[in-house]
C-alpha cells in the first residue's frame, strides 16, 4: 500500500543548531512532495514543495532534498530558532496526470527548540 | 493566518449525534479539501470538492458527507457519531484542485464525541 512515514516522533535541538527531519515513502508513483507545519492548535501550514524531477530544493532557511532511489525526503532548517517548534509533516501525492492527488501524510515530527 | 475560515472552533456532541461543519475557502480558490486528524491516524485526507463538483474521495465513511456550494463555502457532515469520530476536521483550498497546487488549511474544528 501507499503510504508516507517519518523516522523520528521527535527531535530536539539547540537554538541555532541545524535540524533535520526525515521522511520515507513507498509508492514511487508519488512524485510531489510537501513540508508542513503545524504549531499547536492550528493548521498545517506550507513550508516548502520539491517535485520529483528536482533532487534539491531551497527556501528561505529551509532545504528540502529527495532521493527517489531510496524513496527518502528530509527537511533542513538551518539556525533553528524557537519559533521553528512545532510537528512538521511530510506528505506525498501521487501524480494522476490530471486534477486528482490525494496527500498522503506521515505521522508527524514533534521539533523542540532549546534556548 | 491562511485565508480559510472554518467554523465552529470547537464541538462537543454525543454518540448518535449529527454535526455539520462548515469551511470557507480562501478568496478566489475553487477547490475545497477535507481532512481528518486523530491521534492515532494523523492527517487523513477525506473528500475534495472542486466549484461544487466532487473531484476526489479519501478515506470518508459512508456516515459522512459533504457538498460545496455556489458561493464555495463546503460543508461536512457527520452523522451517526462515534466516539471515534472524535479528532480535529481541517478544510484546506487551494485555487484550481489541480494536482501539485498548494493547498492552505484552515485553523480546524476540535470534534469531541461523548
Known amino acids: 500500500g501507499e503510504s508516507v512515514g517519518l523516522h523520528l516522533p521527535t527531535l530536539s535541538v539547540q537554538e541555532g543548531d541545524n535540524s533535520i527531519i526525515n521522511c520515507a515513502y513507498s509508492?514511487?508513483?508519488?512524485?510531489?512532495f510537501i513540508w508542513y507545519k503545524q504549531e499547536s492548535g492550528k493548521g498545517p501550514q506550507f513550508i516548502i514543495d520539491?517535485?520529483?524531477?528536482?533532487d534539491k530544493r531551497q527556501g528561505q532557511r529551509v532545504t528540502v532534498l529527495l532521493n527517489k532511489t531510496v524513496k527518502h525526503l528530509s527537511l533542513q532548517i538551518a539556525a533553528t530558532q524557537p519559533g521553528d517548534s512545532a510537528v512538521y509533516f511530510c506528505a506525498g501525492r501521487m501524480d494522476y496526470g490530471g486534477s486528482q492527488g490525494n496527500l498522503i501524510f506521515g505521522k508527524g515530527t514533534k521539533l523542540s527548540v532549546k534556548p | 493566518d491562511s485565508g480559510v475560515t472554518q467554523t465552529p472552533k470547537h464541538l462537543i456532541t454525543a454518540t448518535g449525534q449529527r454535526v455539520t461543519l462548515r469551511c470557507s475557502p480562501r478568496s478566489g480558490d475553487l477547490s475545497v479539501y477535507w481532512y481528518q486528524q486523530s491521534l492515532d491516524q494523523g492527517l487523513q485526507f477525506l473528500i475534495q470538492?472542486?466549484?461544487?463538483?466532487?473531484?476526489a474521495k479519501g478515506n470518508i465513511l459512508e456516515r459522512f458527507s459533504a457538498q460545496q456550494f455556489p458561493d464555495l463555502h463546503s460543508e461536512l457532515n457527520l452523522s451517526s457519531l462515534e466516539l471515534g469520530d472524535s479528532a480535529l476536521y481541517f478544510c484546506?483550498?487551494?485555487?484550481?484542485?489541480?494536482?501539485?497546487?498548494?493547498?492552505?488549511f484552515g485553523p480546524g474544528t476540535r470534534l469531541l464525541v461523548l
Open positions: 484546506a483550498s487551494s485555487v484550481q484542485g489541480q494536482t501539485k497546487e498548494t493547498q492552505y
Open positions: 509508492n514511487s508513483a508519488s512524485d510531489y
Open positions: 470538492y472542486y466549484n461544487g463538483e466532487e473531484r
Open positions: 520539491i517535485r520529483s524531477n528536482m
